[in-house]
């Protein structure tokens, strides 16, 4: 993969790479939809999710809805499926902002990761490390570092030992260590992501 070489430039990626192989970054269609099932799955396992996600797709017969249809889905509907009475309603905000703003797939995929953030963190319910997510998982952004995500600091604090007493200063150190994978942070949080879910053999030692 054409990212290997540069991220090999730091010895802890490059040993996890060297163990893993590499990994892939995909587009993926309906960005509205994906987003709807980010929110509908956070906070839950990934088994939970799945079903919830069914369930939502069954209410449009199986096909992926638009917006529009989304957002015609009445609350109680959404409830009906499993989601807390928060969800239902983030839900129905990203499909109506994404209806209002007559947002498409062509017209998010031009824009600038930064932009993106601050366009759909307008989204009551969508916040920041949401729209990472989306960036890396669905629009298959390459240098995206999300340094909220909770996987993402416990495998950076415990590869480069990296004290976090302090939230301030352990977010700087993390993003300092992170700039040096620019441009493919996302590649890197893959790595990581993985390297947290292997079991305790085969971690890398601190040295």
């Given amino acids: 993969m054409h990212y290997t070489a540069h991220l090999s430039t730091d ?39 799945e079903v919830l996600f069914r369930r939502f797709l069954e209410l449009y017969g199986g096909t992926e809805p638009t917006p529009q249809q989304i957002a015609a889905t009445p609350h109680q509907t959404l409830r009906g499926i499993g ?3 928060a969800k239902a309603q983030y839900v129905l905000n990203v499909a109506e902002f994404f209806t209002a703003q007559k947002l498409t797939d062509a017209k998010l995929r031009k824009m600038e990761n930064e932009a993106l953030i601050d366009l759909l963190t307008q989204i009551k319910g969508v916040g920041r490390w949401t729209v990472e997510m989306l960036l890396m998982f669905t629009l298959g952004r390459e240098d995206v570092f ?8 416990v495998a950076i604090k415990g590869l480069y030992g990296l004290d976090d007493s302090n939230k301030k200063a ?9 700039e040096n994978w620019a441009p493919y942070r996302t590649y890197a949080c893959l790595h990581l992501w993985r390297w947290k879910d292997e079991p305790v053999i085969g971690k890398i030692k601190k040295d």
Avoid: W
């Fill in 146 to 153: 999300a340094p909220d995500d909770y996987g993402i600091q």
């Fill in 83 to 85: 989601l807390s009475n």
């Fill in 11 to 49: 010895p802890k990626l490059a040993a996890l790479i060297e163990r893993q192989g590499p990994h892939e970054v995909k587009q993926r269609k309906n960005i509205c939809l994906r987003l709807c099932a980010s929110i509908m799955g956070q906070q839950l396992s990934t088994k939970v999710a």
């Fill in 170 to 178: 352990f977010r700087q150190a993390m993003t300092a260590v992170a």
